[in-house]
């Protein structure tokens, strides 16, 4: 039996939520960075030069916030306020900070200082803006809804071979039927809802859980219908040193309508931040894997099995708006039969940069190696051996910096739009499994915080 579209299957519905989450972390990074954009770089020697300057002290804390230097900038703002109390914008910044430093009450306290101050209107509704922020943050139970729509064009969505030929008891046949290349459309919806509630303790350890829905309805191969359904329970266990996420997930996934794939894992990862420029994490995963028999592919039972992989992944600021991350991973399938059994070893590499006003770049560049342990004498005389490359850009921008954001109802200004190409390859021994694949999408992303 032929398993490269049910490989790729499950491969789609865990890459794209794994992208989904990742736009939605950067999303949010180059909203923050917005006000922090346009500015001239002050050096300390200049504030030594005129340190009786407000503005160019206020500047510099500017400068010292996009250096990450959280702490240097409090004290900053907290000479300039000790120079002059009455200055609204710089004591709103200064809670901002207190706010990043996770001094909770002590933000909510300076923006109490302002409740009596002038200021103009633009400035009072920043600080009702990030009064409700401080508020939300101190909530024992925090809840946030993401919601991504869109479409998608794939110009070759059963992953035909590009020789026009499959091996079958190791003889060529052309590809006939639904078995040929096909270009399709498709809808996507992803819903997540996560929760996080903070445990009392001094450190801010964390339960957390999360429930996905994933959808992707094709416009003409129905057959290729893709759903699935997820959750997580985890611990943030947190410490100066390293945070351990400790965790435990669930999925079920329905292909063409048809139950496909149950799978329950153990998850454990361990992060690391070195002096806010580099995050090094790494993490291990356990997955049992079952798999149901469905019309298109009634012998997927032979997939049955224990997965587990490791990882080791890598991100560093060069600048303020540049981020370059890297890792390596290696996973082992055991299978019920050893012809579906393999190991893999995979590398990526990704490119993050804020352009400004909001807007976002990403490219990433994904590459693997499989390695199957028996020969399946069904399809060939040989092991398999797979390459596959797997290369990602994604633009995204605020609807407000479109034209049609000037025309949205205010409740959906925060919206960010994607636009994403792939471009997926993958190499065997085995013709069967050599395909090409190019990937369009458009997405709309919202998130709502309570």
Do not use: C
């Not at 270009?183 to 919806?189: A, C, E, G, P, V």
């Amino acid at each position: 039996m032929l398993f490269a579209q049910e490989e790729k299957d499950v491969g789609v519905v865990t890459q794209q939520l794994a992208s989904e989450r990742q736009v939605q972390q950067v999303a949010a990074t180059a909203k923050k960075s917005q006000s922090l954009e346009k500015f001239e770089k002050i050096t300390f020697e200049d504030v030594l030069k005129d340190p009786d300057n407000i503005d160019l002290n206020f500047r510099y804390a500017q400068q010292q916030i996009v250096d990450n230097n959280l702490l240097g900038a409090a004290s900053t703002l907290e000479r300039i306020l000790i120079v002059n109390k009455d200055l609204p914008k710089a004591r709103l910044f200064y809670a901002i900070v207190l706010f990043r430093l996770d001094n909770m009450n002590e933000a909510e306290r300076e923006l109490n200082l302002l409740d009596n101050v002038e200021m103009p209107d633009s400035l009072r509704e920043e600080v009702k803006a990030f009064r409700e922020k401080i508020q939300l943050r101190q909530k024992k139970v925090r809840i946030a809804i993401r919601e991504t729509v869109g479409y998608q064009i794939d110009d070759n969505r059963n992953a035909a071979p590009s020789s026009k030929k499959r091996l079958f008891g190791n003889a060529p046949l052309d590809l006939t039927g639904t078995n040929k290349k096909r270009r399709d459309t498709s809808f996507i919806n992803v819903t997540s809802v996560d929760m996080v509630r903070d445990l009392g303790f001094q450190a801010g350890h964390e339960l957390f859980t999360n429930l996905t829905y994933f959808l992707q309805e094709q416009t003409m191969a129905d057959d290729l219908d893709l759903s699935a359904h997820s959750y997580t329970v985890g611990f943030n266990l947190k410490h100066p040193l390293l945070n351990l996420s400790p965790s435990f997930t669930g999925s079920h996934m329905f292909l063409s309508r048809e139950s496909f794939l149950r799978s329950q894992a153990f998850n454990l990862s361990a992060h690391r931040n070195f002096k806010g420029k580099l995050d090094v994490v790494s993490a291990f995963k356990i997955e049992r894997q079952d798999y149901l028999p469905v019309t298109e592919a009634i012998t997927v039972t032979q997939r049955n099995g224990d997965e587990k992989q490791w990882t080791l992944d890598a991100a560093y600021s060069l600048t303020p708006t540049t981020r370059i991350s890297g890792g390596i991973g290696y996973a082992n399938k055991h299978a019920k039969e050893d012809i579906n059994a393999y190991e893999r070893l995979s590398m990526r590499t990704a490119h993050t940069w804020l352009v400004g006003k909001g807007q976002f770049l990403i490219n990433s560049l994904d590459v693997g190696f499989d390695n199957y342990d028996e020969i399946d004498t069904a399809i060939a005389g040989r092991r398999r051996r797979d390459k596959t490359l797997r290369y990602r850009m994604t633009y995204g921008a605020p609807v407000t910096f479109l034209l049609v954001g000037k025309l949205l109802p205010r409740p959906l200004k925060d919206i960010t739009v994607t636009v994403t190409y792939e471009y997926y390859r993958s190499l065997s021994n085995i013709t069967n499994f050599t395909y090409r694949n190019n990937k369009f999408q458009l997405l709309l992303l919202k998130k709502w915080e309570f």
